[in-house]
C-alpha cells in the first residue's frame, strides 16, 4: 500500500475515474451513475462487461494490485450520494 495518504487518495481517485470512464462508455451511462459504487464493485463491473475479451487482464491480479495500491479501506469504501433524486412513476 502506498505509505503516504495524500498519494494513496490520488490514486484512488485517478483509478476510479478510469474505470468510471470505460463503464460509463460501455454502457451509455454517465460518470454520475456510478459515484455511489465503491472501487471494488466498479472493478468488477469492469470485468464483466470487458472480461472476455481480455481487454482488462485477469481479475485476481488487477484486483489484488488496486488493493495493494489504495489499501482496504478505500478500495471498499462506499462515496456517499449527495443529492438523491426520488424517481415518481406515473401510471
Known sequence: MIPNDT????AYAQLRKLISD????ALG???EDLVNLPLSELINLLFLIHGDAGSTGNFSVSFA????LVGEELIWYEPKMENVAVAQFVQ
Request: proline share 0%; aromatic share 0%.
Open 29 to 31: 451511462l454517465a460518470d
Open 7 to 10: 498519494k494513496r487518495q490520488k
Open 65 to 68: 494490485a488496486a488493493l495493494e
Open 22 to 25: 470505460r463503464i460509463a462508455r
